[in-house]
C-alpha cells in the first residue's frame, strides 16, 4: 500500500514557475514508476510526466516538454514536478500517480494503482 501527498500547487502568474512534491509512504517506494497527471475544468484527465522507479528514463507529454522536469530522491520517498514558463492552460488540479514498474505503460492511467488527492494550480494571464 502507498499513499500520496502532494504540495506545492498555487497561483502564479503566466511565465512563472512552481515545484510540485509528491510524499509517498510504504517502504517501496522505489520500486514504482512515478507520474503526474492533470485535469482541468470539464476535460479528462491528461499525462503530464513520467519517471521510471530508478529515475533512469523520463518521460513528458509534447505540451510541456522543455518546460516540466520530473525527478525523484528516493532516499525521501518524494516525486518532483519543476513546472517552469507556465501557461494559463496549465491551469489544472495535478495528480501524482504510483504503478509497478513491471506493469503497462507510464502513459496512461489505468495503469496506475495509487492516486494522490491533487493540488491545485492557477496560471493567470
Known amino acids: 500500500q502507498v499513499q500520496l501527498v502532494e504540495s506545492g500547487g498555487g497561483l502564479v502568474q503566466a511565465g512563472g514557475s512552481l515545484r510540485l512534491s509528491c510524499a509517498a509512504s510504504g517502504r517501496t517506494f522505489s520500486s514504482y514508476d512515478m507520474g503526474w497527471f492533470r485535469q482541468a475544468p470539464e476535460k479528462e484527465r491528461e499525462f503530464v510526466a513520467a519517471i521510471s522507479w530508478s529515475g533512469g528514463s523520463t518521460y513528458y507529454a509534447d505540451s510541456v516538454k522543455g518546460r516540466f522536469t520530473i525527478s525523484r530522491d528516493n532516499a525521501k520517498n518524494t516525486v518532483y514536478l519543476q513546472m517552469n514558463s507556465l501557461k494559463p492552460e496549465d491551469t489544472a488540479v495535478y495528480y501524482c500517480?504510483?504503478?509497478?514498474?513491471?506493469?503497462?505503460?507510464?502513459?496512461?492511467?489505468?495503469?496506475?494503482?495509487?492516486w494522490g488527492q491533487g493540488t491545485q494550480v492557477t496560471v493567470s494571464s
Open positions: 500517480a504510483a504503478k509497478g514498474h513491471y506493469s503497462g505503460s507510464v502513459y496512461y492511467s489505468k495503469w496506475y494503482d495509487y
